[in-house]
Structure formats: structure tokens, C-alpha cells
């Protein structure tokens, strides 16, 4: 979204009904600075009053969005283009938060292990201080895992050999599924078969 536009596209609405920025920032119960922010393209209006701005400007949500009023032979076409941006939007942030998991699982494998390294060759007396060193790697390097699987979980999709089916499976099976890197053993809520099911990004 073209933030720029849509600030211009704001200030332009307000304008041709008679609003000043602290008027109309006192309609929604905001700042003024909030107002003016939108205006100049640094932020969007929250979702939450978006529709209560939309009210007040007498536009709608798919024109706020398009920074112009948007006529009913665009509309579709519009609301087409808004829903592939959106995909392809949530398709990049999957992305960047599989990569977010690999940095995840490595460094709960270095919290994991210096511990153990430490514990194992470095001489600590007495010997339940060597076994607290050992076992402080272990609770930071589960929480990491939990993060990671997590995230494994939430981006992208699972899909299914035999069907074809694209799916986000539950935690629970994504936590005691088989797996060799980003590929599960998992049941299809689809078809029902268990397969061995690739990660994707795209549901297309």
C-alpha cells in the first residue's frame, strides 16, 4: 500500500468537507499528531477506526485503502489487486519468519551445548555446581525450540502428498510428527492418508 498516496488522499477528503486536523482528530478521540502523521504517508489510521475515519470522510474502506475513490466498474478489480498484494504480503513475512526459525534453532543449540562442553571438560568443584552449569543450557534452549516449532507451525503450509491438500496442521502434530528438516509425517485432514508432507509457502 502506497502510504503517501493515502495520506495525500486523507488530507484531500478532509479538506472538501471543511475539517481541520484537530477537528476531525477529536471525532475519532485521537491526536491531532496521529492526523497529521497520516497525512504526510509516516503511518496508517488504525484498523480499529478505519471504519469510524471512513464514516467521517464519507469513503469507503477499499477507497481509503486505494488513496481515491474508487468507482463501482474498478471495484472488483481493486479488491482483487488488494487481496494478491495481501497474499503476496503474507507469503514474504512466512519467509523471513523460516528464516527467523533457523536462527532460532541454532542458537538454542549453542545455549544448548556450551553448557554441556563447559560441565564436561572444564575441572568444577563441587560436583553439583558442574551439574547446575550442565543443566542451565537446557530450559533457554526449550523455550528457543518451542519458538521455533512455533514458528514452523503458523508460516506457510503443509501439503499433502497424496491430495495435493494445503493445510496448517496444530501444534500438537507438528511437535510429535516424524520429520527430516521442513518435511513432516503427518495425517491429512483431507483425505486422511498419512504422508510425508512438504513445507510451502504458497497455497496456490
Not at 509516516?42 to 469507503?60: H, N, Q, R
Not at 501439503?159 to 513432516?184: A, D, Q, W
Amino acid at each position: 500500500m502506497d502510504q503517501v498516496k493515502i495520506g495525500r488522499f486523507i488530507a484531500e477528503r478532509r479538506k472538501s468537507i471543511g475539517l481541520t486536523q484537530a477537528q476531525l482528530a477529536e471525532k475519532l478521540s485521537i491526536t491531532d499528531r496521529a492526523v497529521s502523521k497520516w497525512e504526510n504517508g509516516k503511518s496508517l489510521p488504525d484498523s480499529s477506526i478505519m471504519l469510524e475515519l471512513c464514516a467521517e470522510l464519507g469513503i469507503t474502506v477499499n477507497d481509503l485503502l486505494s488513496g481515491e475513490v474508487v468507482t463501482m466498474e474498478n471495484n472488483k478489480k481493486e479488491m482483487e489487486n488488494r487481496l494478491i498484494e495481501m497474499v503476496r504480503e503474507k507469503e514474504q513475512a512466512d519467509k523471513q519468519l523460516l528464516t527467523l526459525e533457523w536462527v532460532i534453532g541454532i542458537f538454542s543449540l549453542i545455549v544448548l551445548f556450551i553448557p554441556i562442553i563447559i560441565g564436561s571438560y572444564v575441572p568444577i568443584e563441587p560436583e553439583w555446581k558442574r551439574t547446575a552449569i550442565v543443566l542451565s543450557g537446557f530450559i533457554p534452549a526449550i523455550i528457543g525450540f518451542a519458538f521455533a516449532m512455533k514458528i514452523e507451525q503458523v508460516a506457510g503450509y503443509y501439503e499433502c502428498k497424496n491430495c495435493g491438500h494445503k493445510y496448517v496442521p496444530n501444534f500438537k502434530t507438528i511437535s510429535f510428527s516424524m520429520h527430516m528438516g521442513r518435511t513432516r509425517y503427518m495425517k491429512c485432514p483431507e483425505c486422511g492418508k498419512k504422508t510425508w508432507q512438504k513445507k510451502v509457502i504458497s497455497k496456490d
